[in-house]
């Protein structure tokens, strides 16, 4: 059937996720294509987080650490994502950022692999990773290994001690084959650690099925816990009670009240927390994590990748009409088992400009720079509990008018900003 805005209306209305947005504070006259950066405010949470900083905080005072149980709310938010990465209860911990709990994870594992030398990566990985790995090489002696996509399997040997992968790039949306890669890992008696920040919330993940040894990954992206959310750690239960993770504070002791100078581990995911949770924090993204779960009655994450699929589909077909006639070159994957839930653009010139001109039209998306190798890329993620068929429609008949137009060669759009 030839596709028109008419027919994705149709679509929007026979889909069976369609009231998920409504569960969302979305701005009128905005088409958000960056909820894999930022996701959006849940429609509960203002009232959710006032309830804890004016009844919690503000009357209950420190008491609410037992009566609201505060204290169980990192393991209580970690089940909860615990469902959407196939984990069972009590391996999941929403702590820190992604980056401190990398670290963590990374230096356990490490601690896990004495005698061998390597930490493998990919060189296309988001930098914090790779940062945080030459951080721990630097005092450990380990050699940091940055090889391309098709050199990973080649490059696991008897000196690895541990492979380090991003599941789903976060520049072109490329998705790694998670179970096969583990297992060439384990052949080679290596260790994996999994970031899931692009996939947790956006692609069904099964770490216990996989066999993976480790996983970290974002509370603000996929999940909608806002700016700046708690991340999430995941150990496998053979690992977690063989080593120490490095940020021994007080929450991850065995008994933190009872004050005792000698540092004891707690058993279990508990061991992965330092100190004092950002609870306002927490009770964001335990929002976002209730309205994330609210998809579990209408087919959980089976049914969002099944739209996410329809989405980002959707978008390269209308995109593939004009694009190569303007320098853009769809860079993610079309084949579905090897993408996340994003559509990447791959562009020589301008790619900055035109998501400019793109956000002075409503529909946000971002921009990646390029470097030696790969060209700018213009981003845009597709997430299922909130965006409609006829804002994929929308979306790229507005990438047409920019660059048919020109109007991204205006001057105020080619001012790069802080943040982009
Ligand atoms: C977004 C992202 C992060 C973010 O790390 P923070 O410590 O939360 O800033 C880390 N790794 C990957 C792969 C990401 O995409």
């Known amino acids: 059937m030839h596709t028109t805005r008419q027919t994705c209306l149709e679509r929007d209305a026979q889909d069976p996720l369609r009231h998920l947005r409504d569960l969302f504070e979305l701005p009128a006259d905005t088409i958000y294509l960056d909820g894999n950066s930022l996701g959006p405010l849940p429609k509960a949470t203002p009232e959710r987080v006032a309830a804890t900083v004016q009844q919690a905080w503000g009357q209950d005072l420190i008491r609410s650490w037992n009566s609201a149980g505060w204290f169980e709310w990192p393991l209580r938010v970690g089940d909860k994502i615990g469902q959407f990465i196939g984990a069972q209860p009590g ?6 950022t992604t980056s401190i709990n990398l670290y963590k ?5 490490l601690a896990l692999r004495p005698g061998r030398s390597r930490i493998v990566s990919e060189r ?10 030459q951080g721990i090489s630097r005092d450990s002696g380990h050699r940091v290994e940055l090889v391309d996509q098709d050199d990973i399997a080649g490059a696991l040997n008897g000196d690895v001690a541990v492979l380090m992968l991003t599941h789903v790039n976060y520049r072109t949306g490329a998705m790694h084959d998670m179970a096969a ?22 692609v069904p993940v099964d770490l216990l099925g996989a066999d993976a040894d480790f996983a970290v990954g974002c509370g603000y992206k996929y999940f909608n816990g806002g700016p700046g959310a708690p991340a999430f750690a995941w150990v496998h239960p053979r690992h977690v009670d063989a080593a120490w993770q490095p940020l021994s504070g007080w929450w991850g002791h065995a008994a933190p009240f009872a004050f005792d100078p000698q540092y004891e581990p707690a058993s279990g995911i508990a061991r992965y927390q330092c100190g004092t949770q950002a609870i306002i924090s927490l009770c964001a993204l335990d929002v976002g994590m209730d309205t ?12 969002l990748r099944a739209k996410s699929l329809a989405l980002t589909d959707l978008f390269m077909q209308l995109v593939d009409d004009f694009a190569s006639a303007n320098g853009l070159s769809v860079v993610t994957p079309r084949e579905h088992g090897k993408r996340g839930s994003q559509v990447s ?4 010139h301008g790619a900055y400009a035109m998501v400019q001109a793109l956000i002075a039209r409503g529909v946000i998306g ?18 299922p509990l909130y965006l ?17 137009s020109g109007e991204w060669q205006a001057a105020p759009f080619q001012q790069r900003q802080a943040v982009t």
């Not at 391996?91 to 820190?96: L, R």
């Not at 994870?105 to 594992?109: E, R």
């Not at 296309?124 to 790995?133: G, K």
């Not at 653009?345 to 020589?348: D, F, T, V």
């Open 345 to 348: 653009l791959s562009c020589a």
């Open 366 to 383: 971002d921009f990646r720079a390029g470097d030696a190798q790969q060209a700018d890329i213009l981003r845009f993620g597709f997430t």
């Open 292 to 303: 994330f779960l609210a998809s579990q009655a209408l087919g959980g994450m089976a049914a």
């Open 91 to 96: 391996q999941t911990v929403a702590t820190d």
């Open 181 to 202: 890669l583990t297992r060439a890992a384990h052949e080679a008696g290596a260790l994996v650690i999994w970031d899931l920040a692009h996939s947790a919330g956006a």
């Open 388 to 404: 409609r068929f006829v804002d994929v429609w929308d979306a790229a008949q507005a990438l047409r008018d920019v660059l048919h």
């Open 105 to 109: 994870v990374l230096k356990a594992a």
């Open 124 to 133: 296309s990985n988001f930098p914090t990773d790779l940062y945080i790995a």
